[in-house]
């Protein structure tokens, strides 16, 4: 057991994501979930970028999105050319983002008509814990869910409801 302090954190910020057009994606993100956009700035090539990436010749265009309590981070990278890479859940990383949702077949059904691509319908995984996965239109696997109050990782217990 390491005798180090953890880390104090204030919240988990924001998630990040390749995309291979940011115009594209934000639309995406606007339409189907309500994100707007807070930051939009292009990136070119520095030692700076070169060095916080472990990349060479960094080169991509960003945008920050807000909605709810997370801000999601899109790039658009035009240097070094990106690998489009179907990543199964099980590989190593980052697997999904999730969402929770006031009623989870509406959104299956509204998210289905902005393009995702779900595995399944929407499954009772006990209790009336409702949930699915899928994918948006660039590959990204996402979870809506729609979780009971009582369930102690709800977002009604961070707000102490």
Request: hydrophobic residues 40%.
């Amino acid at each position: 057991m390491s005798s180090l302090a953890p880390v104090k954190i204030r919240g988990v910020h924001h998630i990040a994501m390749s995309v291979p057009s940011l115009a594209d994606a934000i639309a995406f993100y606007r339409a189907a979930f309500g994100f707007q956009i807070v930051d939009h700035e292009h990136l070119g090539p520095s030692d700076a970028g070169d060095r916080v990436t472990r990349m060479k010749d960094v080169d991509c265009t960003v945008a920050m999105l807000h909605a709810g309590n997370l801000f999601i981070e899109l790039f658009e990278f035009h240097s070094p050319n990106p690998a489009l890479i179907d990543r199964r859940m099980c590989d190593y990383g980052i697997t999904h983002l999730s969402f929770e949702v006031d009623d989870v077949q509406v959104s299956f059904e509204a998210l289905k008509a902005h393009g995702v691509e779900w595995h399944t319908n929407p499954i009772d995984a006990g209790d009336g814990y409702l949930m699915t996965y899928g994918r948006d239109p660039f590959g990204n696997v996402i979870e809506i869910q729609q979780v009971p109050n009582e369930r102690a990782y709800a977002f009604g217990q961070l707000r102490g409801e």
